[in-house]
C-alpha cells in the first residue's frame, strides 16, 4: 500500500491543540476561497453567539461554551509562522 503525499509530522504538530480542545476533539475545515480556517469542537452544535477579537480569529460560542473558531487570513498565518520558525 503506498502512502499518500501526506507529511504524517504536520499532524503530528497537531497533538497538542487536539489535546487542549474541549472534549479533545477537533473538526477542522479550510475554506480556499475564502482563506478560512474553520474549527468546531462541536460540530453538531450551532453557535448562539460569536466575537471577533483583534487578531481576526472569530470565537463562536454556545451559552458560555466555546464550540469553535473561524480563523481569517489562513495563508498569512502560515507564511508569518514559516517566517518565524525560519528566522528563530
Given at each position: 500500500m503506498t502512502?499518500?503525499?501526506i507529511d504524517p509530522q504536520a499532524f503530528i504538530d497537531l497533538l497538542p491543540a487536539v489535546r487542549q480542545s474541549p472534549g479533545h476533539s477537533?473538526?477542522?475545515t479550510y475554506d480556499e476561497p475564502a482563506d478560512v480556517v474553520y474549527?468546531?469542537?462541536k460540530p453538531e452544535a450551532?453557535?448562539?453567539d460569536s466575537?471577533?477579537?483583534p487578531d481576526?480569529?472569530?470565537v463562536r460560542y454556545r451559552g458560555d461554551e466555546v464550540i469553535g473558531l473561524t480563523i481569517l487570513q489562513a495563508s498569512r498565518r502560515l507564511r508569518?509562522?514559516?517566517q518565524r520558525r525560519t528566522a528563530g
Open positions: 502512502m499518500p503525499p477537533m473538526q477542522c474549527v468546531a469542537f450551532e453557535a448562539t466575537e471577533l477579537g481576526d480569529i472569530v508569518d509562522a514559516a
